[in-house]
């Protein structure tokens, strides 16, 4: 259950074909908190090219849809899986599941 005032988060795997550096999360980061409001991207230990993007319920479907197109500059990215557990995605991220 969820306390009031609070919204329930999920978790999107981004992946991208060259490795993002930490001026491509950041830059991801503000597009996407411009977009969707308050987001938190979280590097993958292990992939590069990995980033989970800490969101909502409302915005996650909008941002799984427009996980393709180039965010903040950086190269493009693609939505993998979006989840309400985030070690489901690293493991996701990392080579398992």
Request: overall charge positive; proline content about 7%; hydrophobic content about 40%.
């Amino acid at each position: 259950m969820v306390a009031a005032g609070r919204k329930p988060k999920r978790y999107v795997l981004l992946l991208s074909e060259d490795e993002l550096t930490d001026a491509d999360r950041k830059g991801l980061a503000t597009a996407l908190e411009a977009k969707y409001g308050r987001v938190k991207v979280i590097p993958v230990e292990g992939n590069p090219r990995a980033v989970i993007v800490k969101t909502t319920n409302t915005a996650a479907p909008l941002l799984r849809e427009a996980g393709a197109e180039p965010a903040g500059g950086g190269p493009p990215l693609r939505t993998v899986l979006t989840s309400g557990s985030i070690g489901k995605l690293k493991s996701r991220a990392s080579g398992g599941v």
